[in-house]
T-cell receptor, first 115, second 113 residues
Framework: AQKVTQAQTEISVVEKEDVTLDCVYE???????LFWYKQPPSGELVFLIR??????QNEISGRYSWNFQKSTSSFNFTITASQVVDSAVYFC????????????FGEGTQLTVNP | DVKVTQSSRYLVKRTGEKVFLECVQD?????MFWYRQDPGLGLRLIYF???????EKGDIPEGYSVSREKKERFSLILESASTNQTSMYLC????????????FGPGTRLTVL
């Protein structure tokens, strides 16, 4: 069965610091998809990125970057020069090919960026 | 702008009451999902549906049922609410294939007294 682990329950940083959120996954499928979502205080989860298992290229979008490493079954998320607006709960999730977009979520990491 | 809406943001019910949580999406998505979110446990899937009148159990279906009579609407039913069902409930929808992201509603915070 698939599993996603986010070992960091809470992280607190000061504005402008870089921060990395860890995500480790388990799956027996060779084709799968990894996602990151952001949940701001308003509560609605917002999709950030999707990666498929055949694409190990790192992705950068502005201050956000993602590092996917199949060898360690990890899909880590880095925020560069963090801002107060980045404060949120971040979830990593996994979808398997035959799962019909059914997601398995990690426990979430609460990120607090202090001014 | 794509939208998933949920009928209530906050709901307070008494033990033993029947509770309906409604979710509507306007994106013509095949799949719809109900999750509950609890601190330290992340999001756990209660039920999902990949077509009208179809439903599949998720990881924690006990104490819940669902209804999908129309493609755009997916209802979660608590037949007899209990205090351990106090939680945040999130609805989501997506296109069928597994690589598609899910779109989430704002959530309903349910308190059962």
């Amino acid at each position: 069965a698939q599993k996603v682990t986010q070992a960091q329950t809470e992280i607190s940083v000061v504005e402008k610091e870089d921060v990395t959120l860890d995500c480790v996954y388990e799956t027996r499928d060779t084709t799968y998809y990894l996602f990151w979502y952001k949940q701001p205080p308003s509560g609605e989860l917002v999709f950030l990125i999707r990666r498929n298992s055949f694409d190990e290229q790192n992705e950068i979008s502005g201050r956000y970057s993602w590092n996917f490493q199949k060898s360690t079954s990890s899909f880590n998320f880095t925020i560069t020069a963090s801002q107060v607006v980045d404060s949120a709960v971040y979830f990593c999730a996994l979808s398997e090919r035959d799962g019909g977009s059914r997601l398995t979520f990690g426990e979430g990491t609460q990120l607090t960026v202090n001014p | 702008d794509v939208k998933v809406t949920q009928s209530s943001r906050y709901l307070v019910k008494r033990t033993g009451e029947k509770v309906f949580l409604e979710c509507v999406q306007d994106m013509d998505h095949e799949n719809m999902f109900w999750y509950r979110q609890d601190p330290g446990l992340g999001l756990r899937l209660i039920y999902f549906s990949y077509d009208v009148k179809m439903k599949e159990k998720g990881d924690i279906p006990e104490g819940y049922s669902v209804s999908r009579e129309k493609k755009e609407r997916f209802s979660l039913i608590l037949e007899s609410a209990s205090t351990n069902q106090t939680s945040m409930y999130l609805c989501a929808s997506s296109l069928w294939l597994s690589y598609n992201e899910q779109f989430f509603g704002p959530g309903t915070r349910l308190t059962v007294l």
